[in-house]
């Protein structure tokens, strides 16, 4: 596509349910990155794919979250048994260049509330 | 782990007025990224700078990479209602070339 999508843009649910949040990046792209972005915070690091592999899953808050990437395209971010403190905005990044972070585009998020 | 401390934290400013933000770190840094975020939008690249001392332009933003790698400022000229926004600092530390640190965001707000 023109440019990085996620779906959906807003998920609301309950308390201890499983969510997953969805991101096609930019054709072509071999990296793809996920972010958490809290209000009114900057964005904190989850983990970087470079083509199917996580080479970094430093960022991921707890054993709760999940993400996979196939086919070198599409990624999932996996949330199990939701709790609040998860609310945020996930934002997905893409960027042609592995070794350097320095192009990378953005998608328009997708908005958790947990309730 | 890295930070970066971005100030100020926000700014409201008069139309046609110059705006300067910048960004500190306690490490140094390989490269500076200026990002712009608008409501319900992900963030927007707008300035990257690779080199220490490197100045660059992009109409009315201006940027430089600090000399001693450890800050970077963005100016904005004349600035306009569409301005609006979340800017964001961000960079790659000495200890990843991939993982984007975030500075917490200037938001900007523009009185007609």
């Known amino acids: 596509g023109a440019g990085v999508s996620q779906s959906p843009s807003n998920k609301v649910t309950e308390k201890g349910k499983d969510v997953e949040l969805r991101c096609d990046p930019i054709s072509g792209h071999t990296a793809l990155y996920w972010y958490r972005q809290s209000l009114g915070q900057g964005l904190e690091f989850l983990i970087y794919f470079q083509g199917n592999s996580a080479p970094d899953k430093s960022g991921l808050p707890s054993d709760r979250f999940s993400a996979e990437r196939t086919g070198g395209s599409v990624s999932t971010l996996t949330i199990q048994r939701t709790q609040q403190e998860d609310s945020a905005v996930y934002l997905c990044?893409?960027?042609?260049?592995?070794?350097?972070?320095?192009?990378?585009?953005f998608g328009q998020g997708t908005r958790l509330t947990v309730v | 782990g890295q930070q970066l401390n971005q100030s100020p934290q926000s700014m409201f400013i008069q139309e046609g007025e110059d705006v300067s933000m910048n960004c500190t770190s306690s490490?140094?840094?390989?490269?500076w990224l200026w990002y712009k975020q608008d409501p319900g939008e992900g963030p927007v690249l707008l300035i990257a700078?690779?080199?220490?001392?490197e100045l660059t332009s992009n109409g009315r933003l201006t940027a430089q990479f600090g000399i001693t790698r450890k800050d970077s400022f963005l100016n904005i000229s004349a600035s306009i209602p569409s301005d609006v926004g979340i800017y964001f600092c961000?960079?790659?530390?000495?200890?990843?070339?991939?993982?984007?640190?975030f500075g917490s965001g200037t938001r900007l707000l523009v009185r007609p």
């Open positions: 490490s140094i840094f390989n490269t």
């Open positions: 961000a960079g790659n530390g000495m200890d990843s070339s991939y993982k984007l640190i």
């Open positions: 700078l690779y080199k220490a001392g």
């Open positions: 990044a893409s960027s042609s260049q592995g070794a350097q972070n320095t192009e990378a585009f």
